[in-house]
């Protein structure tokens, strides 16, 4: 209380001697952490958390979060599009893509080619040389504002910093106007970023975030942490049919990165490519805070999703992988400790959608399958697993164009889960238009693997709050998206992720399991230890945790 302050309150005490003063003593205001790190592991299911999390180790990072931390089993995304860019997109934003125009991770260019939905042709990339040639990304196309910007906004001193393996990763965590984003390019074999962000690379992403670095954490093969511990759990063999091949990477341990054509590739899809992410983040913290300013650290770990698309998330892999990301969470948390103390960190952590067993999985890896089993929570398929091979479905359907209004080109090229015409066929009569759409969806529906087939022009304007199918639709498809069919599989059909095509398992459904994902919250004083809550909560929590801990 300043002494003015003080001196009124005595001098009003003494001047009613007959009632005492009231005093109303404001609630006492959670502690401020001085680094918020939020965190997004990609392709982390809820029903991978819930099942292998408590298998992990006792001194291993999930562990500790488990003990210091609230575990919110079970949030629920309320798109449909179960990829990593509308996921990370929904966690910053607070809005589904419908609002947030981030639809998918690609869209379809003229030619028919497929691109990043980041990329920018107005920006460069930016390496620890300075800009140089090629386009690089930006978050020019996000409609709404982000936690970052937020941040920005309401303390314009805040010191914000993201990190990912993947542009899509990183961008939306960094928000606007970040201090830095910086990503892995795996042909340059560096971390980098864009003229959207900065013309040159921070000086503390040095030596972390350079070739020197990365190059060093490849100079040892990839071998199991632990086999004992994988060959109890992992329910296939090290080399199950289906698992994918990267450029000479292998399917079998040890991996060695010398046998890779593309060892930035290679980094990405093994345990040592959330290392590279977590030193440059421990970086920041060491070499980009600054005292009384607060911190923002998005940290995006992308290795499990590259692991889990290779290999799928039953192999030996995906088991190595959990846990020594859980060994490198804990020493990253370390670090934490070391450089603020353990109550001057506080951690939001989550993911960007979950995943589904490979189709060449032996039937031990689905359990909830055997005929004893009750139905599963988490909604997993019994029936086939398929990939859809999205350049197949766009031929079917231009030919089905051609038949129904003509020779032409109709079909400009699917991008996963949409399709996209091409201008002639946009500006089409509107007659024929609808024609066009008719036979489109028509044949689409025809597919064995699609579920259901939506015209995007149909959706309604206003979605309800339910989770059914229909809700998830209209809430992922942009009132404008330039996308004329939403193609939905049936469950255990999924988009080929295309690393090793014909190969390894992927995500993208409106299903429970590539929809739940988990959620943490580690802030001491403010947040319950040791607890966790089984009931869903939707995904604008992650958002909303992230705001308090910052104050907002
Ligand atoms: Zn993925």
Redesign the pocket.
């Known amino acids: 209380m300043r002494p003015q302050l003080l001196a009124l309150a005595l001098f009003a005490a003494a001047c009613t001697p007959s009632r005492p003063p009231v005093v109303t003593a404001p609630p006492p205001a959670p502690p401020r952490p001085e680094v918020v790190v939020t965190m997004v592991i990609?392709?982390f299911a809820a029903w991978i958390a819930a099942e292998r999390l408590p298998l992990l180790p006792d001194a291993g990072g999930f562990a500790r979060l488990r003990r210091e931390g609230t575990w919110f089993r079970e949030m629920h995304y309320m798109h449909a599009a179960t990829?990593?860019a509308p996921g990370h997109s929904s966690l910053y934003t607070g809005v589904p893509p419908r609002e947030s125009g981030i639809l998918a991770n690609e869209l379809v260019d003229a030619r028919g080619e497929r691109y990043s939905i980041l990329r920018d042709d107005a920006t460069r990339v930016v390496t620890f040389d300075g800009p140089a040639d090629g386009a690089a990304s930006s978050i020019a196309i996000l409609r709404v504002p982000t936690l970052a910007d937020a941040v920005r906004e309401q303390r314009p001193d805040a010191v914000i910093v993201s990190v990912s393996l993947k542009d899509r990763g990183a961008i939306f965590g960094g928000g606007r106007r970040p201090d830095a984003t910086l990503w892995f390019d795996p042909r340059r074999d560096s971390f980098v970023t864009s003229t959207a962000f900065a013309q040159a690379m921070p000086a503390w992403a040095t030596p972390a975030g350079t070739t020197a670095a990365v190059t060093a954490l490849r100079a040892a093969p990839w071998a199991l942490a632990n086999d004992n511990w994988v060959q109890e759990h992992a329910a296939s063999s090290d080399d199950n049919p289906g698992e994918g091949d990267l450029d000479g990477w292998g399917t079998t341990f040890p991996h060695d990165f010398t046998r890779s054509r593309r060892p930035g590739g290679a980094l990405r899809a093994s345990p040592m490519g959330d290392v590279a992410v977590l030193d440059l983040a421990a970086a920041a913290v060491t070499g980009a805070r600054a005292p009384g300013r607060p911190m923002l650290l998005a940290v995006s770990l992308s290795s499990n999703?590259y692991v889990g698309?290779l290999f799928g998330p039953d192999s030996w892999e995906a088991w190595d992988q959990l846990r020594r990301l859980d060994a490198s969470l804990a020493r990253f948390f370390d670090r934490l400790d070391a450089a603020v103390g353990p109550r001057g960190w506080a951690l939001v952590l989550s993911a960007d959608h979950g995943i589904v067993t490979l189709p060449e999985a032996p039937r031990e890896a689905r359990p909830w399958c055997t005929p004893a089993a009750p139905a599963d929570h988490w909604a997993r398929p019994c029936g086939p697993l398929t990939r859809l091979d999205p350049d197949a479905i766009a031929r079917e359907l231009q030919e089905a164009a051609v038949a129904a209004v003509g020779a032409g080109a109709w079909v400009r090229g699917v991008a996963d889960p949409y399709v996209y015409l091409t201008p002639e066929a946009t500006q089409l009569p509107a007659e024929r238009r609808a024609q066009l759409l008719a036979a489109l969806e028509a044949r689409a529906q025809q597919h064995p693997e699609v579920e259901r087939v939506v015209q995007t022009l149909t959706v309604p304007a206003r979605c309800d709050e339910g989770e059914s199918v229909e809700s998830l639709l209209c809430r992922s498809i942009p009132a404008d998206s330039g996308a004329a069919l939403y193609l939905q599989g049936r469950a255990g059909a999924f988009f080929d992720?295309g690393y090793v095509p014909g190969r390894g398992a992927?995500?993208g459904s409106p299903y429970l399991f590539d929809r739940a994902v988990p959620l943490f919250v580690r802030a001491p004083g403010a947040v319950e230890a040791g607890r966790r809550v089984d009931e869903p909560v939707p995904f604008t929590r992650f958002r909303e945790m992230a705001e308090r801990l910052l104050g907002l």
Do not use: K, N
């Open positions: 990609d392709q990829d990593t999703d698309h992720a992927s995500h």
